[in-house]
């Protein structure tokens, strides 16, 4: 076992992690006093996740990051609005983010229409009724509609909300999304809405691959094919 650290070495942890990032959240406080390694490994975990380039540009990643966390009540992380904002976006596409998460919010109406109502409205899709709500939802944006599919599977895995998930899912293939943009606009949601929930949407995605719901490509079909083998798993 280790002792406590002295109150210079606690000084000195708190600056380093200080002059990285430019602020000091208070879990960053408490894990440089009492487990050093596991900031050490948070801080590399976030860093690859949001710090370092991937294959999303800034005013794009930081939409996705905007509408999740509006959909988690997260209220510390503002600095993101500044990145949005210093990769182009605008306090309208702020507000399309804010109304994402909100029509997200209410997804679930769409179902009780279905369920309870189904024998009343013989003719209700659910499926057409979310994305019609969508499309005014979204009317007159700046923000492509790939970006929007890739926004809400995010907000939608924070809420476990798998069917409405699996709508955007389909939705980014079908307007043509990179898989690589997908995976890492799903993977913000994997901090502020928790990692088992990301989990779960990334079960989802690859089921979906393996029962050739979605064209996948030759990689992708391969990590499709594994979720056969993880049966029972957990």
Known sequence: MTGMPDAAEVD?????VRAKRGYLLPH???????????????????TALTLTPRTMDERSKEFVWLAVLVSTDEALATHHIAKFRNGGGTDAEIELAVRLAAFAEGASRFAFASEKWGHHLPAYNREAAYRAALDAAQAGSTIPRGLVEITLAAVQTTRRAWWELAVHIRGAYSEGVPELELAEGLSYAMFPGSIP???????????????????????????????SRQKGFG
């Open 197 to 227: 929930n990301f989990v779960d949407a990334c079960g989802v995605w690859q089921g979906m691959i393996e029962r050739n719901e979605v064209p996948a490509s030759e990689s992708f079909r391969l990590w499709g094919a594994e979720a």
């Open 28 to 46: 960053h406080g408490l894990l440089a006093i009492a487990a050093p390694a596991l900031l050490a490994g948070y801080d590399a975990a976030y």
């Open 12 to 16: 000195r942890r708190l600056a380093e």
